[in-house]
């Protein structure tokens, strides 16, 4: 993929989208805390503190995604949803007898206020597929929505018999079962929705509640809720959705790079390495991928492994005046002047006439003693920004 060149982001000021994205994975990780916080609340029978901690993640912004959905979250945030869509969307293909096309057609239907048109689509598409789980969760959906409950908590049982691990639906029966009064059997279900879902706290709230209505009742309540796992690499379908977004859009990860460090966990880097590395197993020959996985690799302190990704890039693009420069700043710190000095050069014939480029070969070459072209590659760097302090610094500091 070619792209214009453009001279490298400046890391500060930080731009209000980065911002943006260490609030959302700030809120994530304050999120997962609570939820867990809560679960251990809950297990111990003490439910007006657990319902308190569900209540909280909840606000913060649900957890019931997982850390690489979260990260293509904030690729929404970038203001760039066309490309989002594109990349996450796993709309059914076919014909209009298939049920992903039914259902979609049911919703668009109850959108505008066409609630029994809605109904009459999905019973229908029941007929014709009638071992769908989810066809008879969305009827029963749309049932409870127009107060049609004793349907549908038939509905969901329907659901639940045919898949068992619908935790929409055993989450959704919890509610019917609660509202005739049933809320042993309400918290039943909802105890097997959230072994299913542990890390949703919609369900940890509803299970807090009907606890607690049950402990008013006199009753001896014990509730064995599962730990919300926290392993976000352990997501395929998370990564393999993510890895398709920055496929789309290599550029998507300069954002997180740019992050100050300690700023978010470590483990989302750990997440980007691990999707950059599923896109690539899909394109090997993605020169701007194998650049991102080396910024990455660098990141996460493996310079070696970063220096063979960017020159996997070079050699993939050589005219990729970013994996050039970053191969010049790799080498710089790695103590290799000339192989440092032979990239940024690279860059510069290949179009990278940046003042940062300039200055770091300005430094480069003063300190192999070649003061003549030092003084030149300063002089570059200040006639492209006047206002380089650290660039007329330098100059001024060469020996006459």
Known sequence: ??????????????????????GILQAHYQAMQSMRRGVCLLN?????????????AERLGSTDRSLPAYLASCFLAQEKPADAVCALSAAATGDAEQPAWRIRYSLALAAADRTEDAIGVLRDAIRRHPDCAELHFQLGTLL???????????????AVTIDRDHADALMNLGLCCGLRG??????????????????DPRIGVMMARAAQALQQEGLCVQVRAEMPVADPLADTAGIEELSRVIEAEPDFVDAFLLITPGEVDEQVFAVLLKTLGTALARQPEHAELHFHCGRVLAR???????????????KLDPTSTRALIELGRLYHETDRGADATTRLEQAVAAGADYADVH????????????????????????????RYEAARTALDLLPA
Request: glycine residues 6%.
């Open 300 to 314: 996460l302190g493996r310079r070696d492994a970063a220096i063979s990704a960017n020159e996997r890039a070079v």
């Open 144 to 158: 409870a929505s127009a107060e049609r409950y004793e349907e549908a908590e038939l509905r969901f049982v329907q």
């Open 182 to 199: 049933a809320l042993a059997e309400a918290l039943n279900h909802l105890q097997r929705a959230q072994s299913r879902r542990p890390q």
């Open 44 to 56: 111990a029978g003490q439910f007006d503190k657990a319902l308190a901690a569900f209540l909280l």
């Open 359 to 386: 200055f770091l070969l300005g430094n480069l070459y003063r300190d192999g003693g070649q003061l003549g072209r030092a003084r030149s590659a300063y002089h570059r760097a200040l006639l492209i920004n006047d």
């Open 1 to 22: 993929m070619t792209r214009p060149v453009t001279p490298p982001r400046q890391s500060s000021p930080q731009a209000p989208q980065d911002r943006e994205i260490i």
